[in-house]
């Protein structure tokens, strides 16, 4: 009767020996798990490498509605090196916000959470977004949260937040006097549950509280109040974390919620942000885009261009931004899905076209293959719009530098259709690729414990070891300055085949090992400096300069929602060797090498990188 248990038993003891052989570690690579301590365990909805070394692990509420409600918001500074945790005040809920590293070594995180969504069925006051008119040319408002909206029929609403409504703006003189009124909004919703402050019409709304002309001048406007699902609602907040003092700091808000943003530096190192859900859940519809300038620490406007959420948009070497048509979530089928270079000089969108299945990009993985001089963007696996079960083993490239760019087919992936793939761009110019699964959010058990590597050089992928801890939604994977991948986050809908148990967020962090740290003895960088001009060269310390093959920069990886538009690996030309270290030129264009702190690897001949040195890239 114990027969099968022992067998089990058996063949796990003898998969353990096999892929704890050298020679398996040699040939796929090796896997550990790492269970935090229970006072460090948050939820990794964002991961980035910090020029420390650290990993900044930010949860917010962590998806977690309890949390969100008690006000409990969480950050964790992990030292993979020392493998030491420490907890870092945050200062406002950043869960689903965006962030990238701007070129002095510092993280700005932008958006975050104001509300959490309501599902059908549980919304219980009728709800929807109120717009805010003022009349009067010659003062603004502030509304405090709670200010009342009467409607024509007497049914009460309030506001959930603060809200500031300009002065309306007069143009002419005289007879010729014309006044616009201004415009605001808010999320309001009824003072009574049910059905019977649904409105389904257009209305004006008086506010409670003002009289005489105040009265006459400032009114709400209302398309509808409804039951309908309430989706998340994002907040214009947003913070510095220094990586120096390892605490956040508070710079201007931005001009419009955001929830769901991507942020993406830019050659002159602004960062323009684009997309998101609004403070009233409304998806932004293009003309908000914005530009974060590190200098002055304030806002100004981008270009108008539209984009469903988390869009993967790269800075090419040309200054353009391409849109690969990967994205996480939010938006219309027919809207804003086409791939194409996006020129914020002129705002003028040249589509990219050739890419297979393009209705299932959602939760699709992309990456600047490596080198970044090639400037070809692959795009990996993605699943149908919102709660599809569809899914997709395409990978297509689309080449940057052709006269006419397209996507061409890739091979397909091995594990067949996935979703929330993670990709790596490795020091020996492959890229790691992991997790996902095959439906939305790991339903029916989904979850792909399977990894690749994809070769760019052969355009083949080659079978890694395979994790052990499944990863979907609300995972990231990032490479580390000694050459291993951290794997953090998992956010399952269930924990059954069935679909009937709620399920648990992935706290693990799991690390992969790849091959080339088996191979034995890896070259050294033993000094170097800690700064570069674009299009200057370095000398680096290195005790065997005969055996340097290649040397790059990489960038830290900066992911959510296996987005990561930052992470790219840029070849440097081997100029000279002298006894006892190598010259490196560095490209000039800040388009491609934008100004900031990056992973300095060498390699040997068969790929064997170096660990990192820590080097800042200014203009």
Same mark, same amino acid.
Not at 296 to 310: E, G, V
Not at 405 to 429: E, H, K, Q
Not at 432 to 443: A, H, L, M
Not at 508 to 524: A, K, N, T, V
């Given at each position: 009767?114990?027969?099968?248990?022992?067998?089990?038993?058996?063949?796990?003891?003898?998969?353990?020996?096999?892929?704890?052989?050298?020679?398996?570690?040699?040939?796929?690579?090796?896997?550990?798990?790492?269970?935090?301590?229970?006072?460090?365990?948050?939820?990794?909805?964002?991961?980035?490498?910090?020029?420390?070394?650290?990993?900044?692990?930010?949860?917010?509420?962590?998806?977690?509605?309890?949390?969100?409600?008690?006000?409990?918001?969480?950050?964790?500074?992990?030292?993979?090196?020392?493998?030491?945790?420490?907890?870092?005040?945050?200062?406002?809920?950043?869960?689903?916000?965006?962030?990238?590293?701007?070129?002095?070594?510092?993280?700005?995180?932008?958006?975050?959470?104001?509300?959490?969504?309501?599902?059908?069925?549980?919304?219980?006051?009728?709800?929807?977004?109120?717009?805010?008119?003022?009349?009067?040319?010659?003062?603004?408002?502030?509304?405090?949260?709670?200010?009342?909206?009467?409607?024509?029929?007497?049914?009460?609403?309030?506001?959930?937040?603060?809200?500031?409504?300009?002065?309306?703006?007069?143009?002419?003189?005289?007879?010729?006097?014309?006044?616009?009124?201004?415009?605001?909004?808010?999320?309001?919703?009824?003072?009574?549950?049910?059905?019977?402050?649904?409105?389904?019409?257009?209305?004006?709304?008086?506010?409670?509280?003002?009289?005489?002309?105040?009265?006459?001048?400032?009114?709400?406007?209302?398309?509808?109040?409804?039951?309908?699902?309430?989706?998340?609602?994002?907040?214009?907040?947003?913070?510095?974390?220094?990586?120096?003092?390892?605490?956040?700091?508070?710079?201007?808000?931005?001009?419009?919620?955001?929830?769901?943003?991507?942020?993406?530096?830019?050659?002159?190192?602004?960062?323009?942000?684009?997309?998101?859900?609004?403070?009233?859940?409304?998806?932004?519809?293009?003309?908000?885009?914005?530009?974060?300038?590190?200098?002055?620490?304030?806002?100004?406007?981008?270009?108008?261009?539209?984009?469903?959420?988390?869009?993967?948009?790269?800075?090419?070497?040309?200054?353009?931004?391409?849109?690969?048509?990967?994205?996480?979530?939010?938006?219309?089928?027919?809207?804003?899905?086409?791939?194409?270079?996006?020129?914020?000089?002129?705002?003028?969108?040249?589509?990219?076209?050739?890419?297979?299945?393009?209705?299932?990009?959602?939760?699709?993985?992309?990456?600047?293959?490596?080198?970044?001089?090639?400037?070809?963007?692959?795009?990996?696996?993605?699943?149908?719009?919102?709660?599809? =079960?569809?899914? /997709?083993?395409?990978?297509?490239? &689309?080449? @940057?530098?052709?006269?006419?760019?397209?996507?061409? !087919?890739? %091979? $397909?992936?091995?594990?067949?259709?996935?979703?929330?793939?993670?990709?790596?761009?490795?020091?020996?110019?492959?890229?790691?690729?992991?997790?996902?699964?095959?439906?939305?959010?790991?339903?029916?058990?989904?979850?792909?414990?399977?990894?690749?590597?994809?070769?760019?050089?052969?355009?083949?992928?080659?079978?890694?070891?395979?994790?052990?801890?499944?990863?979907?939604?609300?995972?990231?994977?990032?490479?580390?300055?000694?050459?291993?991948?951290?794997?953090?986050?998992?956010?399952?809908?269930?924990?059954?085949?069935?679909?009937?148990?709620?399920?648990?967020?992935?706290?693990?962090?799991?690390?992969?090992?790849?091959?080339?740290?088996?191979?034995?003895?890896? =070259?050294?960088? /033993?000094?170097?400096?800690?700064? &570069?001009? @674009?299009?200057?060269?370095?000398?680096?310390?290195? !005790?065997? %300069? $005969?055996?340097?093959?290649?040397?790059?920069?990489?960038?830290?990886?900066?992911?959510?929602?296996?987005?990561?538009?930052?992470?790219?690996?840029?070849?440097?030309?081997?100029?000279?060797?002298?006894?006892?270290?190598?010259?490196?030129?560095?490209?000039?264009?800040?388009?491609?090498?934008?100004?900031?702190?990056?992973?300095?690897?060498?390699?040997?001949?068969?790929?064997?990188?170096?660990?990192?040195?820590?080097?800042?890239?200014?203009?």
């Amino acid at each position: 009767m114990n027969a099968p248990a022992v067998l089990g038993f058996a063949n796990d003891q003898y998969h353990q020996y096999v892929i704890n052989r050298p020679d398996y570690k040699a040939e796929y690579g090796h896997w550990q798990t790492l269970v935090l301590p229970a006072e460090f365990r948050i939820n990794a909805i964002h991961s980035a490498l910090l020029r420390t070394g650290k990993v900044l692990i930010i949860a917010g509420s962590g998806n977690n509605q309890r949390n969100f409600d008690a006000g409990t918001f969480k950050s964790l500074l992990w030292d993979p090196a020392q493998n030491t945790y420490k907890l870092i005040p945050t200062p406002a809920d950043m869960f689903c916000g965006g962030h990238t590293a701007l070129p002095d070594g510092r993280m700005l995180v932008a958006g975050g959470t104001r509300r959490y969504e309501a599902l059908d069925g549980k919304v219980k006051k009728a709800a929807g977004t109120m717009r805010i008119r003022n009349e009067n040319p010659d003062a603004a408002r502030t509304l405090p949260k709670g200010t009342v909206f009467r409607a024509p029929n007497g049914r009460a609403y309030v506001s959930t937040g603060e809200v500031t409504v300009p002065a309306a703006v007069k143009t002419g003189s005289g007879a010729t006097t014309v006044v616009k009124a201004s415009e605001e909004h808010v999320f309001a919703e009824a003072v009574a549950e049910g059905k019977d402050s649904v409105l389904d019409s257009p209305a004006q709304y008086t506010i409670e509280g003002l009289t005489g002309a105040e009265a006459r001048n400032l009114y709400g406007m209302a398309d509808r109040m409804t039951l309908e699902k309430q989706d998340f609602q994002g907040i214009r907040a947003a913070f510095e974390f220094n990586p120096d003092t390892e605490m956040y700091e508070q710079v201007t808000d931005m001009a419009y919620a955001r929830w769901y943003p991507t942020l993406t530096g830019l050659g002159d190192g602004r960062v323009v942000t684009v997309s998101g859900l609004d403070d009233t859940g409304q998806i932004l519809s293009g003309n908000d885009n914005e530009i974060y300038d590190p200098k002055s620490k304030t806002w100004s406007k981008a270009p108008d261009r539209y984009f469903p959420t988390y869009p993967s948009i790269f800075l090419t070497s040309s200054g353009r931004l391409f849109y690969s048509g990967s994205n996480a979530g939010y938006g219309p089928a027919d809207k804003g899905r086409e791939p194409g270079l996006w020129d914020l000089t002129d705002n003028s969108f040249h589509p990219v076209p050739g890419l297979r299945d393009p209705q299932l990009t959602e939760t699709s993985s992309s990456v600047l293959l490596p080198p970044a001089q090639a400037q070809k963007v692959m795009v990996l696996g993605g699943g149908g719009v919102g709660e599809s =079960p569809l899914s /997709t083993a395409r990978t297509d490239i &689309a080449d @940057l530098t052709a006269a006419k760019p397209a996507f061409a !087919p890739g %091979p $397909d992936l091995p594990a067949g259709g996935t979703r929330y793939l993670n990709s790596v761009i490795m020091p020996d110019d492959t890229v790691f690729t992991t997790g996902g699964s095959r439906d939305y959010r790991g339903k029916h058990r989904s979850d792909l414990l399977k990894a690749q590597t994809y070769h760019p050089d052969t355009n083949t992928f080659t079978t890694a070891a395979e994790p052990t801890v499944g990863r979907n939604y609300h995972s990231e994977a990032l490479l580390l300055p000694d050459g291993r991948v951290a794997v953090l986050g998992s956010d399952p809908l269930f924990d059954d085949k069935a679909n009937t148990v709620p399920g648990t967020f992935e706290q693990r962090i799991e690390i992969y090992s790849p091959p080339y740290l088996f191979h034995g003895d890896r =070259p050294r960088v /033993t000094g170097g400096p800690a700064a &570069a001009k @674009l299009g200057g060269t370095v000398r680096v310390g290195v !005790p065997a %300069p $005969d055996g340097v093959a290649t040397a790059k920069l990489i960038r830290p990886s900066s992911v959510t929602h296996a987005t990561d538009v930052e992470q790219r690996s840029v070849a440097l030309d081997v100029t000279a060797r002298t006894a006892d270290g190598v010259s490196l030129t560095l490209p000039a264009n800040p388009n491609l090498l934008p100004p900031g702190w990056y992973m300095l690897f060498v390699t040997d001949a068969a790929g064997t990188p170096s660990a990192a040195h820590w080097i800042r890239v200014t203009p």
